[in-house]
C-alpha cells in the first residue's frame, strides 16, 4: 500500500472513530424509585412492618369496627385487617410509590397497593382516622371482598356497622367510616339504641328503653316512618335519624292553624296523656280544647298555644 493511501486509510478509520464516539446516544440509565424519608415513630413501626395501627383512628371508628367484628362473628365470618391508621408521612410514602409504579414495583408489591392510593393529605381517610382495610371470609373460607369486588351481602353488613365501600371495583378492601353514621335494625345493641328508644318516646310512641333492637322498637320504628313520610322499612338510616331527632327536640310554637310533622307529635303526646286525638297534623278547634285540659292540669297558663313550657311537660 503506498504511503497516500496509508494516510487516507488511517483517516478514514479515525473519522469513522470519532463519529461513533460523539453521535451514538449513550443508554439511559434505569429509572430509580426516589422517595422521601420518613421520621415519624409511626410511619416507621408501619415500614418495619407494623400495618395494622389504631393508634390514631377516631372513637366513631372504633365503635363501628366493634360493631362489624360483632356482625361478623354472629354470621359465622372472619375478618383480618391490612392496615387501619395511617400517619402523613407514611401516607406521602405509598402515593410517592403509585406515582412510579414500574421503578418502585419492588415497593408496590411490598406494600400490596392496588391502583388508587389517596395523596398525602391530613383529610385523607387513613390519615384522618376514618378508614381501615380488610378482608373478609364467608363461613365456608371465600373471600367477601377484594381489591376489585365487594359481595353484596358484605356492603350491607358494613352499612349496618356505620361503614361503607367508596371503591368498590379499585379497592374493594377499603372500609371508611359512613358520613352518615351507622344503620340500626333489628339486632342492633347499645347506647345509639337506647336514644333512640328515647326519642321514639319523646314523638308520643311507646317503647321500652333497654337498648336493644328487637321487634317491638322495629314496629315502632314503621310506625314514626309511615307517619312522617319515609321509607317504611324498619331500619334507621340517616334519614329516619335526622328526622325524629330534630322532632324530639322540637319546642316549635303551635297554635291553632298549625299543620305538619310537629303537630302530629303533639297529638300523640297527648294521647299518652290521656287526652286521646288522632294524630292527623292539622291543629283544630279538639286539638286545641286537649292542649288547654291538659294546660290546666299542670298549672301551665291555659292559653291553648303550645311553647316551650307545654313541650316539656308533655314529655316529662
Known sequence: MSTVKKKFFSLAVLLSL???TFLTVPAQAAESCVLSTMTDPLALRMEAGETVIWDGVTADLLAAKNRYESLIRAKGWSITYNSAYRPYQYQKHLYEISQNPTACSAEKTKHGLGTLVAAPSYTAPHTAGI???ATVKNASGVALNGMTFVNSQLVAVAEQAGLYFPHTTSDGVHHQ???TGSVLSVGSTGPEVTTLQTNLNKVGY????????GSGTESVVKQFQSAHGLTVD???GSATSTKLNTLAATTKVLRVGSTGDEVKVLQRLLTKKGYPLTADGVFGSGTE???KKFQQAKGLTVDGIV??????KLRS
Open 18 to 20: 470519532l463519529t461513533t
Open 131 to 133: 378508614a381501615f382495610d
Open 177 to 179: 367510616l359512613s358520613p
Open 206 to 213: 311507646t317503647v321500652t328503653v333497654d337498648g336493644i333492637f
Open 234 to 236: 324498619g331500619k334507621v
Open 289 to 291: 280544647a286537649a292542649v
Open 307 to 312: 311553647g316551650s313550657a307545654t313541650w316539656n
